[in-house]
């Protein structure tokens, strides 16, 4: 009994019926396999938990704004604070928050978010990379408008650092590190496999934006209502931009 023919018509990759060159029906599988571009359509988020974190976000950045224009209670603890930082804050500590205060400064922050939208655009994810520079510049115009409202002076109890020229509230640093590194755990978010990776991509990234605010009162640069108020800020513009974004795609 003689085996069946072969038909090698459809051994193909390529229109019209011709044989596909040896090697390119896996160079082509390889090619879509390794197509991942981040898109924040994966992770499906629920305009209303968007609505409610930002209306959480505003509200918490106004309880913290009235408390400190009307030198409450949390003020008072702010001075506690920095008191204790100027005196006994261990200098392992103050090594330690170097790093993640200049992942909040300009340069660092530049440099991230440049490296990322280079990458982004070669993956041709456009929106995103455009979503990233707008919450990037963005935060900066919004705290800087703050930061000139409420002409706070920093504490000058004594700190690791040299003391910025400008105002203290609220936290330039932790706004731009609970937007653009929570961006970017969303982001990395896309491209996990399973629901805990993405979980802890998400975690990540706003872990890294807390800790960049946390070292600025760990450095003798901020008030912990500075940290706090620039966190509740950053988090807002962040969930505001993703909903625009998420409007204007549906």
Known sequence: MSAPLRDDSLDTVTPGGDPAPLGARGDAEA?????????????????????????????????????VVNSGRMSEFDVDVATWVARSMPSWAEWLARPFTWLGGAVGCTAVVTGVTIWLLRRRAR????????????????????????????????????????????????????????????????LARTRAERVAAI??????????????????????TDVLAGAFLG????????????????
Do not use: N
């Not at 975690?203 to 912990?224: E, K, M, Q």
């Not at 513009?237 to 909903?243: F, G, K, M, P």
């Open 31 to 67: 090619g879509t396999a390794g197509e991942t571009s981040p898109s924040l359509d994966r992770l499906d988020l629920s305009m209303r938990l968007l609505l409610l974190v930002l209306g959480a976000a505003l509200l918490a950045y106004a309880a913290v704004a009235a408390d």
């Open 127 to 190: 929106v995103e990379a455009a979503l990233l520079v707008v919450v990037a510049v963005g935060i900066q115009i919004l705290v800087f408008s703050a930061k000139a409202g409420y002409a706070r002076a920093r504490p000058d109890l004594g700190s690791a650092i040299r003391l910025p020229s400008s105002f203290s509230f609220p936290s330039g640093h932790a706004a731009t590190g609970m937007a653009v590194f929570g961006l970017l755990g969303l982001l990395a978010a896309t």
């Open 203 to 224: 975690c990540a990234g706003f872990a890294v934006g807390a800790l960049v605010g946390a070292s600025r009162v760990v450095l003798g640069v901020h008030y912990v």
């Open 235 to 250: 988090l807002a513009w962040l969930v505001a931009c993703l909903v625009v974004v998420r409007r204007v795609r549906r």
